[in-house]
């Protein structure tokens, strides 16, 4: 019996020495597989994603509820109502520019085209739109946005404190009364953002007094 069990034995060690190092080596070339699968960090990369359970769990603190900033929600159906919002802010911001000089609309598209590369690498995901929507994304919404801004600026300043140039007052705050309170989460949230950089380039073709260079003032 003794025999036979140390045959057994020794019979099973041949077998798994046998198996073991091409079940080990599967294991090396599946995990290499999956590393050469990854994809390249984007070092740009700037606006993120929200992972789905968090959203699952609270919808509203994480998708936009009034209006739609960048390419993560454009064109949501529930968003639709407050496109000629943005709309509105691009007609202002093309009548404050050309209140100074003339600067039509397809300069400003021209000026919008060496942009798209830049902006396509701040998302974390690969923009499913083509290039012509989505420079027509970044105008719209970056206009918005930087008209928006002025507007709240002027709220709090004096007619003579106006550092921007003045349009008449049915293109005022007051065309967005409805919509504020909500619209300021929403322009907080993650997903619903534009890379800065198209703000910030907006904001310097704005002819404005003493000649500020940026968003955000410096003491």
Not at 36 to 44: C, D, G, H
Not at 64 to 82: E, R, Y
Not at 165 to 181: H, K, R, V
Request: some cysteine.
């Amino acid at each position: 019996m003794k025999n036979g069990a140390n045959n057994d034995q020794v019979s099973n060690e041949v077998v798994i020495s046998e198996i073991k190092p091409n079940h080990w080596g599967d294991t090396v070339i599946s995990i290499k597989s999956k590393l050469e699968q990854l994809p390249v960090v984007n070092k740009e990369c700037k606006i993120y994603r929200v992972p789905k359970l968090l959203c699952q769990m609270k919808k509203t603190t994480y998708v936009p509820q009034v209006i739609s900033i960048g390419p993560f929600h454009h064109g949501s159906k529930d968003l639709n109502a407050t496109e000629p919002y943005k709309l509105q802010g691009l007609r202002n911001f093309l009548r404050r520019l050309d209140n100074h000089k003339e600067k039509s609309l397809e300069e400003l598209v021209k000026i919008a085209r060496s942009w798209i590369e830049e902006a396509r690498s701040c998302y974390v995901d690969p923009i499913d739109m083509d290039d012509y929507e989505f420079v027509k994304m970044m105008l719209v919404d970056g206009c918005f946005i930087v008209e928006f801004f002025i507007l709240v600026y002027s709220q709090y300043t004096t007619s003579n404190d106006h550092k921007f140039p003045q349009i008449d007052p049915n293109a005022g705050l007051l065309f967005y009364q409805g919509i504020i309170p909500d619209m300021y989460f929403d322009l907080l949230k993650l997903e619903n953002q534009l890379p800065f950089f198209i703000l910030q380039r907006l904001f310097e073709l704005m002819p404005k007094e003493n000649n500020p260079k940026s968003l955000i003032p410096r003491e």
